[in-house]
């Protein structure tokens, strides 16, 4: 480069940058983005105007004493009568939980706050407010012992050893306490078992269904219980009276097989002759009826050939 700039600019751009910035920047920006990040940073931070109910998945320089699981705790300070589980309760109220610390937003209002503030207590956080854990869950074990629940009534032992007895979700608290019964613990049905078919055994009828009321202990053994059609269901849990479970959905092949009661071959389908009816699972089928006969009736095959039915 010249050692002394020229009065006015050239009408083209140099076809390499210049090795050094320029000592006042561009009064607009640039309409696309550099690169590389800049070296430092902004100036000015952005601020959250609210803080999160939980910590953050990446601890600060100073992390809370508390992590995963949270319990409520009071906070008596002017201008801020309520609860919080942030993981930042003292010290004395950490090492004595079931005194102190409560599972839901609800059990520490009604403990601390009863009275006038109490509608104070629990509008601190609005309830659609999605940072917010209101109720932990835990396994029912000594009520129905079929789920977790979050009434906010575990026993003192849970509260005491909450990190791992408690639960910020209702999948968490199944997948770790009953994940044998997992999708009845949920409520839930997995998008896999949608439109199978299912044994339903009853006193009166042994049939296939496909409808929404899949008992759940099924969803945990898919590929036994569950049929992507009418005909395998009814094959692998109903083979000896599979004509009664496939009903009216009942289609014949329309292939010969042999009825020994009879003592000739009749054909795999529902109406007059040679339709014999639906045939078992058991039965073997042919495409003709000579070689039915001569296979099946080898010992009257004449007979065979000329009955009907």
């Not at 140099?14 to 070296?39: A, D, M």
């Not at 942030?86 to 403990?111: F, H, I, Q, R």
């Not at 910020?168 to 608290?173: A, K, P, Q, R, V």
Request: hydrophobic fraction near 25%; charged fraction near 20%; include cysteine.
């Amino acid at each position: 480069p010249s050692s002394q700039p020229s009065s006015e600019p050239s009408s083209e751009p140099s076809s390499q940058p210049s090795s050094e910035p320029s000592s006042q920047p561009s009064s607009e920006p640039s309409s696309e983005p550099s690169s590389e990040p800049s070296s430092e940073p902004s100036y000015q931070p952005s601020v959250s105007t609210m803080p999160s109910c939980s910590p953050s998945s990446t601890p600060t320089e100073a992390p809370s004493k508390s992590f995963g699981v949270n319990l409520f705790y009071a906070v008596w300070s002017e201008g801020f009568e309520g609860c919080r589980n942030d993981g930042e309760e003292p010290d004395y109220m950490a090492v004595n939980p079931t005194e102190w610390l409560s599972s839901s937003m609800e059990a520490c209002c009604k403990k601390f706050f009863l009275g006038y503030l109490y509608e104070v207590c629990m509008g601190r956080y609005p309830p659609d407010h999605d940072d917010c854990n209101f109720m932990l869950f835990y396994p029912d074990w000594d009520g129905s012992n079929k789920g977790c629940i979050n009434d906010g009534q575990e026993p003192y032992y849970m509260l005491g050893n909450h990190q791992y007895f408690l639960s910020n979700t209702l999948e968490e608290c199944c997948k770790k306490f009953y994940e044998w019964d997992y999708y009845t613990c949920t409520g839930t049905v997995p998008e896999s078992a949608l439109g199978k078919y299912y044994p339903k055994w009853t006193s009166t009828s042994s049939t296939c269904l496909n409808d929404d009321e899949l008992p759940k202990y099924m969803l945990n053994d898919q590929g036994w219980y569950l049929s992507t059609t009418l005909q395998k269901c009814c094959e692998r849990h109903f083979f000896w009276e599979i004509n009664e479970c496939l009903g009216s959905s009942a289609v014949g092949s329309d292939k010969w097989y042999a009825d020994y009661n009879a003592m000739t071959c009749i054909k795999d389908c529902e109406g007059a002759s040679p339709c014999g009816g639906i045939a078992e699972t058991w039965n073997e089928f042919f495409d003709e009826k000579d070689e039915c006969c001569e296979e099946k009736m080898w010992y009257d095959v004449k007979n065979c050939r000329i009955r009907s039915v």
